[in-house]
């Protein structure tokens, strides 16, 4: 199937670990890159060759383009696969990987650089007639500001153009809010991204996040594997995602999902990617795309049966796609939750070592973690530990299923968001799938008052 014989993963964690089993499972010679923080990894451990590209903090590791080069030229590595986070959206990267005669299992670098900018991102969706929230026509200055707001109608969201995480998101629910939301969005967008501009949207009350999961061969054929809800989020940051979303009907979702895989055609776009809408009273709003793999791609995986890192090497590898948008059938309903090293109720960041490690089992689970006992966190990254997903023929039975796997995980030596968990599944409205974006910060802050 593939002309790619040896991919570097450029990348830690739990989703170096998900890309070297699909590379193992294609019988693709793989290679590691690590931190000397993270030797012990397990992705280090079971890759076939490993390479150490610097100390532990990103600047110098997993983010040293150089470094990672070097190491494809070193083992002969004639592709790479970034993952999701560090350089997997960085077009540069993309471009100097080309300039090497190395693949980059992702999309083209225009494509990650037309829609890495939120403002163009959102011009070439309208043209793409994708469904967009009603906002600014480009960057808003402070002489357009109030003009461009009254036009909209408050209340109004300002976002950083180059933003990410909440990050340079401000909302001024009135006139008398806007100067400051503009100029605290803009000091924010500056110092997290070194870009300043900002552009405003329609403030949506409490609409759901949805998001349509695309893959493309980069040749005008894509198709769509439905969408995921991630609206249970702490800080802009998902927590819980779900497939399908409690909140469509079948007509709703292929509709929004023929409209995601049309404008994927047009685009001829390469390998996988995700359209994000807010969504609310019957309306989608596109929001952004991201071009890369999700973190929470099991769940679509678990609904289709479609593996989706095979699919990202096979186009890369220009064998195309293995299915086509009538072979795909969306089965049962699946569940992710977000293992994060934090203490459950501060957050709080929680490294250390982990003393006992057990992930549960049975029909319908699936742990993606690089985790074991005495396997040492380190204090630099992003504090996921891991990720259980479940899956279900029904919503209700996926419920059931993930109350019992969550009382068997077992994770000792640090704090772990487990706990949040046990309480979101006994939860009522959970349980009938009625949230919005703005649920779990209101039910953070009723429980911990």
């Known amino acids: 199937m593939s002309s790619i014989s040896k991919i570097l993963i450029a990348n830690r964690g739990e989703i170096a670990?998900?890309?070297?089993?699909?590379?193992?499972?294609?019988?693709?010679?793989?290679?590691?890159?690590?931190?000397?923080?993270?030797?012990?990894?397990?992705?280090?451990?079971?890759?076939?060759?490993?390479?150490?590209?610097?100390?532990?903090?990103?600047?110098?590791?997993?983010?040293?383009?150089?470094?990672?080069?070097?190491?494809?030229?070193?083992?002969?590595?004639?592709?790479?696969?970034?993952?999701?986070?560090?350089?997997?959206e960085n077009a540069k990267f993309a471009d100097i990987l080309d300039a090497h005669g190395i693949t980059f299992i992702g999309p083209t670098a225009e494509h990650i650089r037309l829609m890495g900018d939120k403002i163009t991102a959102k011009q070439t969706a309208v043209e793409l007639g994708i469904p967009v929230v009603p906002g600014s026509d480009g960057e808003v200055t402070a002489e357009n500001v109030l003009e461009t707001a009254r036009a909209i109608g408050f209340p109004v969201l300002i976002k950083a153009t180059a933003g990410g995480g909440g990050r340079g998101m401000k909302v001024a629910k009135t006139e008398d809010d806007?100067?400051?939301?503009?100029?605290?969005?803009?000091?924010?967008?500056?110092?997290?991204?070194?870009?300043?501009?900002?552009?405003?949207?329609?403030?949506?009350?409490?609409?759901?996040?949805?998001?349509?999961?695309?893959?493309?061969?980069?040749?005008?054929?894509?198709?769509?594997?439905?969408?995921r809800d991630c609206s249970l989020q702490r800080r802009h940051q998902k927590v819980w995602e779900e497939a399908n979303s409690?909140?469509?009907?079948?007509?709703?979702?292929?509709?929004?999902?023929?409209?995601?895989?049309?404008?994927?055609?047009?685009?001829?776009?390469?390998?996988?990617?995700?359209?994000?809408?807010?969504?609310?009273?019957?309306?989608?709003?596109?929001?952004?795309?991201?071009?890369?793999?999700?973190?929470?791609?099991?769940?679509?995986?678990?609904?289709?049966?479609?593996?989706?890192v095979h699919e990202q090497i096979r186009v890369a590898s220009g064998a195309g796609l293995s299915v086509t948008q009538d072979e795909i059938v969306f089965s049962g309903h699946a569940i992710e939750c977000r293992i994060n090293a934090e203490d459950p109720r501060t957050f709080v960041p929680s490294p250390g070592t982990i003393t006992h490690f057990h992930a549960p089992g049975g029909l319908g689970v699936r742990v993606d973690s690089g985790a074991y006992a005495g396997y040492k966190i380190p204090p630099?990254?992003?504090?996921?530990?891991?990720?259980?997903?479940?899956?279900?023929?029904?919503?209700?039975?996926?419920?059931?299923?993930?109350?019992?796997?969550?009382?068997?995980?077992?994770?000792?030596g640090i704090k772990t968001t487990l706990p949040l968990f046990q309480d979101l599944v006994a939860n009522q409205d959970i349980a009938n799938g009625d949230y919005d974006i703005h649920w779990l910060e209101d039910y953070l802050a009723r429980t911990s008052a």
């Open 246 to 308: 409690p909140a469509l009907n079948v007509d709703q979702r292929m509709k929004i999902g023929q409209i995601c895989a049309d404008a994927m055609k047009k685009m001829k776009y390469r390998g996988a990617g995700t359209i994000e809408f807010l969504y609310e009273n019957g309306e989608f709003y596109f929001i952004e795309m991201n071009t890369r793999l999700q973190v929470e791609h099991p769940i679509t995986e678990a609904i289709t049966g479609i593996d989706l």
């Open 178 to 227: 806007l100067d400051e939301a503009f100029n605290t969005a803009r000091t924010e967008a500056a110092a997290a991204f070194g870009n300043a501009a900002v552009y405003m949207e329609k403030y949506l009350g409490k609409p759901r996040h949805i998001e349509v999961q695309v893959v493309g061969d980069g040749a005008g054929n894509a198709i769509h594997l439905g969408e």
């Open 17 to 88: 670990l998900r890309v070297l089993r699909a590379c193992k499972e294609l019988g693709i010679a793989t290679v590691a890159v690590h931190s000397t923080a993270d030797a012990d990894a397990m992705h280090v451990r079971l890759a076939d060759e490993s390479v150490c590209i610097g100390p532990p903090p990103s600047r110098d590791s997993y983010l040293n383009i150089h470094q990672i080069v070097a190491a494809c030229e070193i083992t002969g590595a004639d592709a790479v696969h970034p993952g999701y986070g560090f350089l997997s």
């Open 380 to 412: 630099y990254y992003d504090s996921l530990i891991g990720k259980l997903i479940v899956h279900g023929r029904t919503r209700v039975e996926c419920m059931m299923r993930l109350r019992r796997v969550l009382d068997e995980f077992v994770v000792d």
